[in-house]
């Protein structure tokens, strides 16, 4: 074929073809018109997974009459000037394009007013050309009716996936966008059937009652960080999904996708949650509009950060200081919080804690200071005696502690594992006599890989002919443990590609878990004395590394309950 210009409405539909990917492409664009419009109100319906019909109705600001058919033209809005205005975009729609791309491959029909105008104005397109316009009576604000979409894209239509597919995308969608902004009310129908519905009254917890359930937002905890930069709410570590689909991330209120957020709030997690397990975040991040690019992707679900690695330490410190904050040992029977209770915790110093934990009260004068992390969060222990040759019976300030000895040593030994790491001043021991280890081929291949991990952890492994390898030094905090299988983990852990940081903690939490006290060993009160005061020196005692809880706790008044001392 020789080159031609495209025409138009060819043009067109390859643009729309990037904005409009699926019915719930749809609802964002026009939810994304109706907040910027600065509507408190916004209905979403829904039918048939938004094939057949989308509508959205706000109670914004409207366009003027005049201007709504200028709306419909590519390039066409009223949010961006000039080429300055691109530096620091704060609508969310900026670039003139979702209208017109919406009404290339469907029939729209808009009607709206402004508080200047006394009648509405509506419009109805099909396949982007106006057929029919007029005046008629209409509350201010917009509402914007898209149906048969795709009608005229068989390709596109083909590609959808099924209706519930398509009415789930919807829903999250929604979803987001209600967590996104507390402050309005958001209501979605699928199919007639009301699916969500928020109170719109500028409180994040109970929008989150109504996109997780209560339980879960009854649980999540707070995140707020001294600068206020982050603010949301993440999951306790002993509430998790098996995907990553329950992580919410918004860059001044943008929903967007992020690889560097999700590993901020994960490694945010590191040592407390089991591999595999996700936790649950929904979290907005302000920054300088001057510092985000968010013109990158032409659905804009991906801005470009400044300094990435700024974001990264900022948004993983403020939900580590959040977890470390409200980690609580775990009562046998625990009353859950009230709703909409404010959990703000980030950065308690010993004694707020104190009284978090043990609900002794706190000493008027308290301040949180929002930075310093809590150095410990057990008090001091009595030790009474072990239990079942696995657990050590101790008494702190308020009730008996049941410790897993096994899970507490192990991480006691995965921090020192980690610091001595972290400084490069891994302690080795010598083998008595080299320890002579058999690799299969495989294990060999990945032996180059796993040579240099190996050695910042202490191992020294040599080849000694054929499939056999001496292991002449061992990290000390291994003490005891098996370092035949040790070794083979750690190789093992090589067969993947996988991200540094969490191969790391891989590495940490296996040499630890051979070198801790297995459960069935008899301990001595010095040794168990020794074992409760480590861990009260560790940063996140109340858990394993993979974890699981290390001690549960039985409060005083829960036993005086109990006994009916009390009631
Ligand atoms: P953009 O949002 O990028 O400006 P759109 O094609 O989505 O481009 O919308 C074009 C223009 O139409 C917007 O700039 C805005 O002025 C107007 N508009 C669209 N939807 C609404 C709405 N719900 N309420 C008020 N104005 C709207
Ligand atoms: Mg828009």
């Known amino acids: 074929m020789p080159i031609e210009v495209l025409a138009p409405d060819v043009v067109a539909k390859i643009a729309a073809g990037e904005v409009v990917e699926r019915p719930a492409s749809v609802v964002k664009e026009l939810v994304e018109n109706a907040i910027d419009a600065g509507s408190k109100?916004?209905?979403?319906?829904?039918?048939?997974?938004?094939?057949?019909?989308?509508?959205?109705?706000?109670?914004?600001?409207?366009i003027s009459s005049g201007e709504v058919a200028l709306a419909f033209e590519r390039h066409a809005t009223s949010k961006v000037r000039g080429t300055a205005d691109l530096e620091s975009i704060s609508t969310l729609g900026f670039r003139g394009e979702a209208l017109p791309s919406i009404a290339a491959v469907s029939q729209v029909n808009i009607t709206t007013r402004t508080s200047k105008d006394s009648t509405g104005t509506y419009l109805n397109l099909q396949g982007g050309k106006v057929i029919e316009r007029g005046q008629k009576a209409s509350?201010?604000?917009?509402?914007?009716?898209v149906q048969n979409l795709f009608q005229n894209v068989p390709a596109r239509l083909k590609f959808l996936k099924s209706i519930p597919t398509e009415s789930a995308h919807i829903s999250d969608l929604v979803s987001q966008y209600s967590l996104a902004y507390p402050e309005i009310r958001f209501e979605l129908a699928v199919d007639s059937k009301t699916v969500l519905q928020t109170p719109g009254n500028g409180n994040l917890r109970d929008v989150l009652v109504?996109?997780?359930?209560?339980?879960?937002?009854?649980?999540?905890?707070?995140?707020?960080?001294?600068?206020?930069?982050?603010?949301?709410?993440?999951?306790?570590?002993?509430?998790?999904?098996?995907?990553?689909?329950?992580?919410?991330?918004?860059?001044?209120?943008?929903?967007?996708?992020?690889?560097l957020l999700t590993r901020a709030t994960e490694e945010a997690y590191s040592g407390l949650l089991m591999t595999g397990k996700h936790p649950i975040a929904v979290l907005n991040i302000s920054i300088p509009l001057s510092d985000i690019d968010v013109n990158v992707h032409p659905a804009k679900t991906e801005v470009r950060f400044r300094s990435e690695g700024e974001v990264f330490t900022l948004v993983q410190r403020a939900v580590r200081a959040a977890l470390v904050a409200e980690a609580s040992v775990p009562d046998t029977k625990r009353a859950p919080r009230p709703i909409g209770l404010s959990t703000a915790t980030a950065g308690l110093d010993r004694t707020a804690m104190q009284e978090r934990l043990f609900n002794e009260p706190a000493p008027a004068q308290v301040q949180h200071p929002h930075k310093v992390l809590p150095e410990s969060r057990l008090p001091i222990l009595r030790i009474i005696g072990q239990l079942a040759v696995t657990y050590i019976v101790a008494e702190g300030p308020d009730g008996m502690y049941l410790i897993d000895q096994h899970a507490a040593h192990e991480r006691i030994?995965?921090?020192?594992?980690?610091?001595?790491?972290?400084r490069c001043a891994v302690?080795?021991?010598?083998?008595?006599?080299?320890?002579?280890?058999?690799?299969?081929?495989?294990?060999?291949s990945m032996l180059n890989r796993a040579q240099e991990a190996l050695k910042?952890?202490?191992?020294?492994?040599?080849?000694?002919?054929?499939k056999t390898y001496l292991v002449?030094?061992?990290?000390?905090?291994?003490?005891?443990?098996?370092?035949?299988?040790?070794v083979h983990e750690i190789i093992d852990m090589f067969s993947e590609e996988g991200d540094r940081a969490k191969g790391d903690e891989e590495i940490a939490a296996t040499i630890a878990c051979h070198g801790a006290v297995r459960a069935g060993k008899?301990?001595?009160?010095?040794?168990?004395?020794?074992?409760?005061?480590?861990?009260?020196?560790?940063?996140?005692?109340?858990?394993?590394?993979?974890?699981?809880?290390?001690?549960?706790?039985?409060?005083?008044?829960?036993?005086?309950?109990?006994?009916?001392?009390?009631?």
Request: net charge neutral; with cysteine.
């Open 472 to 486: 002449r030094a061992a990290p000390a905090l291994l003490g005891e443990g098996d370092i035949i299988r040790v």
């Open 413 to 422: 030994l995965f921090e020192q594992v980690m610091a001595q790491r972290a």
């Open 139 to 145: 509350p201010q604000g917009t509402s914007v009716t």
């Open 456 to 466: 910042s952890y202490g191992f020294a492994v040599e080849p000694f002919g054929g």
């Open 427 to 444: 302690e080795v021991q010598g083998t008595l006599e080299p320890v002579t280890i058999e690799l299969s081929p495989r294990q060999e």
């Open 41 to 62: 109100q916004i209905r979403i319906e829904a039918s048939h997974g938004g094939i057949k019909l989308i509508r959205v109705i706000d109670n914004g600001l409207g």
């Open 522 to 567: 008899v301990l001595n009160v010095e040794e168990m004395v020794r074992l409760v005061r480590d861990l009260e020196k560790a940063e996140s005692p109340l858990t394993c590394p993979h974890g699981r809880p290390s001690m549960i706790r039985f409060s005083s008044s829960q036993l005086e309950r109990d006994f009916g001392r009390s009631s």
């Open 210 to 259: 109504e996109v997780y359930g209560l339980k879960t937002a009854e649980a999540m905890i707070e995140v707020v960080d001294s600068g206020s930069q982050v603010y949301g709410f993440v999951s306790p570590p002993s509430l998790t999904r098996s995907r990553r689909d329950s992580l919410s991330f918004f860059v001044n209120r943008r929903w967007v996708k992020s690889g």
